[in-house]
Nanobody
Framework: QVQLVESGGGLVQHGGSLRLSCVAS????????IGWFRQAPGKEREGVSC????????YYTDSVKGRFTISRDNAKNTVYLQMNSLKPEDTAVYYC????????????????????WGPGTQVTVSS
């Protein structure tokens, strides 16, 4: 069983950047596909990006394409989400989630497919 903890959130101005980290413990992260999700107040949790366990595939929701980059360092048991050109609408609690050896392409993974979740980190973008 893997435990996940996010960090790197904070307050940033419109157009700024943040790098979120998702550190895993209790298991080898290399076995898991990892997704980043976010939830703004009053809204449902939405998928932002995901990366396959072998690092060969990545996926981004349309609203973050060209601005966010997901990457992983399996030696450090860590997945990153580099967020550039941040907008106020990116304000949310960001969560990372893991699924062990997913049986479908990562672009088809949905929230319910992920088995393990971190507690989240707040990202606030001021206008």
């Amino acid at each position: 069983q893997v435990q996940l903890v996010e960090s790197g959130g904070g307050l940033v101005q419109h157009g700024g950047s943040l790098r979120l980290s998702c550190v895993a413990s209790g298991s080898t992260l290399a076995y898991y596909a990892i997704g980043w999700f976010r939830q703004a107040p009053g809204k449902e949790r939405e998928g932002v990006s995901c990366i396959s366990n072998n690092d060969r595939s990545t996926y981004y929701t349309d609203s973050v394409k060209g601005r966010f980059t997901i990457s992983r360092d399996n030696a450090k048991n860590t997945v990153y989400l580099q967020m550039n050109s941040l907008k106020p609408e990116d304000t949310a609690v960001y969560y990372c989630a893991a699924v062990l050896w997913p049986a479908k392409p990562i672009s088809d993974l949905r929230r319910d497919d992920y088995d393990y979740w971190g507690p989240g980190t707040q990202v606030t973008v001021s206008s």
